[in-house]
């Protein structure tokens, strides 16, 4: 079997999740766990702000763990790494927005957990 073939059966587990009215995804080897919110977990206004943001998703940063508001954790799934698309560096898109992938026939926005909690500049 030739590289090209096994390349393409390789996949990236992503887990999906809800903030307000949006579906994201993220690499799910960064997620640690889903625990409950705290008051001082971080929410990004740029990817919308939760409707009621019981739930976080728990990741390492540099600094310490790092918990992200989200109102809904959806499932992980494994994507074949043809599905997945890089952000342009000509898109000007914030350095969290890594890349896109389709799921359910919509166009969901991946984004890395570490680079969001930087963004906000805290974790």
Not at 8 to 30: H, K, N, Y
Not at 55 to 82: M, N, Q, Y
Request: with cysteine; charged share 25%.
């Amino acid at each position: 079997m030739n590289d090209e073939h096994v390349h393409e059966r390789e996949g990236v587990d992503i887990l999906f999740f809800d903030i307000g009215a949006s579906t994201f995804g993220t690499d799910a080897s960064q997620v640690l766990r889903i625990d409950r919110s705290l008051p001082e977990d971080i929410t990004l206004p740029e990817l919308g702000l939760p409707h009621r943001g019981h739930r976080a998703l728990v990741f390492d940063t540099p600094e310490g763990e790092g918990h992200l508001k989200v109102d809904a954790v959806h499932a992980v799934r494994s994507i074949p790494l043809s599905a997945l698309r890089r952000m342009p560096p000509t898109a000007g898109a914030a350095p969290y927005a890594v890349g896109v992938c389709l799921e359910e026939d919509r166009a969901v926005l991946l984004i890395d957990l570490v680079e969001t909690a930087r963004t906000q500049g805290r974790h």
